[in-house]
C-alpha cells in the first residue's frame, strides 16, 4: 500500500531537549516535504526536498531542521524545542512536485512544556 | 505569492451536487490548481488538479474557468464522508502548495 509513514503520532516532551520526528515514503517520489497545522492558521509548509541531499526553505522553517540522505526518508529535527513549535505536523511527498498529487502522512502531535 | 480565495463555509443536502468555488485572480501561467481535504484527526487528502482544462475523476471533476483566474470543484453526489474542509491550492514553483483556510463543508442528511 502506498503511503507515507510519520513517528512517532504524539509527543509531549520539554523545551530544548532535541527531538526527530521521521518520515518515510515506499513510493520511490522525489519530492517531500513539512508543514505545521496551527488553528486559525491552516497548513504551513517548513521545509520541502526535490531529492537526496537537496532540500529548501519553505514559508516557517525557523527553528527546524531537515536531512534527505536516502530517497524514502525525510526527518525533521527540532534542535531546541520551544513551545510555539507546539503544533501538528505533516510530511507529504509527491513525484513530479506541484504538478503531480502529494500524499499527507497521519500527522504527529507535538507538545512543547 | 498567488492566494486564494474560498468561503469559510458550504452546505450541501446528502446525495445532491456540491460546487465549491475558489478565486485565484494572480495565478501565474505555470501554477497548478489543486484541491485537498481534510476529515477531522487526519491528514490532508489529495482530490484533484489541473492545469488549464477540466479535470474528472473517481472523486470530483474541476472546471477552470478560461481566464483560469477562478474554479470549481464539483462533488457530484455528496455523501456524509465528503464533509470536511476542502482547500484549493495553487501549486508554484517548484514544489511549493501554500494551503489556506479552506472550505468547510457540512452534509445534512
Known amino acids: 500500500e502506498a503511503q507515507v509513514t510519520q513517528n512517532p503520532r504524539y509527543l509531549i516532551t520539554v523545551t530544548g531537549k532535541k527531538l526527530t520526528v521521521t518520515c518515510s515514503q515506499n513510493?520511490?517520489?522525489?519530492?517531500m516535504s513539512w508543514y505545521r497545522q496551527d488553528p486559525g492558521l491552516g497548513l504551513r509548509q517548513i521545509y520541502y526536498?526535490?531529492?537526496?541531499?537537496?532540500?529548501d526553505k519553505g514559508d516557517v522553517p525557523e527553528g527546524y531542521k531537515v536531512s534527505r540522505k536516502e530517497k524514502r526518508n525525510f526527518p525533521l529535527i527540532l534542535e531546541s524545542p520551544s513551545p510555539n513549535q507546539t503544533s501538528l505536523y505533516f510530511c507529504?511527498?509527491?513525484?513530479?512536485?506541484?504538478?503531480?498529487?502529494?500524499?499527507f502522512g497521519q500527522g504527529t502531535r507535538l507538545t512543547v512544556v | 505569492d498567488a492566494k486564494t480565495t474560498q468561503p469559510n463555509s458550504m452546505e450541501s443536502n446528502e446525495e445532491e451536487p456540491v460546487h465549491l468555488p475558489c478565486n485565484h485572480s494572480?495565478?501565474?501561467?505555470?501554477?497548478?490548481i489543486h484541491w485537498y481535504r481534510q476529515l477531522p484527526s487526519q491528514g490532508p487528502e489529495y482530490v484533484i488538479h489541473?492545469?488549464?482544462s477540466n479535470v474528472n475523476n473517481r472523486m470530483a471533476s474541476l472546471a477552470i474557468a478560461e481566464d483560469r483566474k477562478s474554479s470549481t470543484l464539483i462533488l457530484h453526489r455528496a455523501t456524509l464522508r465528503d464533509a470536511a474542509v476542502y482547500y484549493c491550492?495553487?501549486?508554484?514553483?517548484?514544489?511549493?502548495?501554500?494551503f489556506g483556510k479552506g472550505t468547510k463543508l457540512s452534509v445534512i442528511p
Open positions: 507529504a511527498s509527491s513525484l513530479m512536485g506541484r504538478a503531480s498529487e502529494a500524499f
Open positions: 494572480t495565478i501565474s501561467g505555470t501554477d497548478y
Open positions: 526536498s526535490m531529492n537526496v541531499e537537496v532540500t
Open positions: 489541473g492545469l488549464t
Open positions: 513510493m520511490n517520489h522525489e519530492y
Open positions: 491550492i495553487l501549486g508554484a514553483g517548484s514544489y511549493q502548495l501554500t
